[in-house]
Every structure is written in C-alpha cells, then in structure tokens.
C-alpha cells in the first residue's frame, strides 16, 4: 500500500490542524494505520493509531485529550484531528500501516508515506 499524507501547515499555539493520509491499493482496509512525528534532531515517535475497522484507538501520552485518529475505509484515508497544538508539536508527521494496532506504538509498521509538515508557532 502507498500511503500520502496531507494537511500540515503553520499554525499559532492552540490552534487546531487536520491531517489527512491517503492510501492506494486495496488492501487498505486490512491494516491498521497510524501517525508519526520526527521533531529536528529527534527521533520518530508514535502519536496515534488506529484499527483497520476504526473501533479500537491507541495514542501516545502527550497527545491523548487534545489528538483524535480516524479512518474511513470507503475512501481509503485515515485523518489525525490535532487540536490545542502546542510548539512542541512541531514536527513532521507520517502515516504508517501496520498489520497490528497493538504493536504500532512500537514502531512496528509495514509502510510509511512522506511526511507532512506542522509547525506550531508559540
């Protein structure tokens, strides 16, 4: 599956942002998706994951209150609602695939897309 996300962009503290990760292929429906972020000079960390039917949800610490993941199978697209961004929050985000949400918060993913900018400004 080809993932490419979508929706980063600058935006002031506690705003809100949508990110969007389209997915090609038809096998879609059968991973489990989930978002990542890669602050400069830091590692990539989870941030939220999703089911591959969108009933079960994980999300890291940092973001749980403030970040809600999503999918919709029909359209093949997964979104991450990002609201009260804080500057710390700047990073590139990527959407992953992986065969299994409880592993996902491990990194273990089967595909990554590009990565989407967000820039929160303080």
């Known amino acids: 599956v080809q993932l490419q996300a979508s929706g980063g962009g600058l935006v002031p503290a506690g705003g809100s942002l949508r990110l969007s990760c389209a997915a090609s292929?038809?096998?879609?429906?059968?991973?489990?998706m989930g978002w990542f972020r890669q602050a400069p000079g830091k590692e990539r960390d989870f941030v939220a994951a999703?089911?591959?039917?969108?009933?079960?949800?994980d999300y890291a610490d940092s973001v749980k209150g403030r970040f809600t993941v999503s999918r919709d199978n029909a359209k093949n697209t997964v979104y991450l609602q990002m609201n009260n961004l804080r500057p710390e929050g700047t990073a590139l985000y990527y959407c992953?695939?992986?065969?299994?949400?409880?592993?996902?918060?491990?990194?273990?993913?089967?595909?990554w897309g590009q990565g989407t900018q967000v820039t929160v400004s303080s």
């Open positions: 999703v089911s591959w039917i969108g009933a079960s949800t």
């Open positions: 992953a695939a992986g065969r299994y949400l409880t592993t996902m918060n491990s990194g273990l993913v089967d595909h």
């Open positions: 292929g038809r096998t879609f429906s059968t991973y489990a």
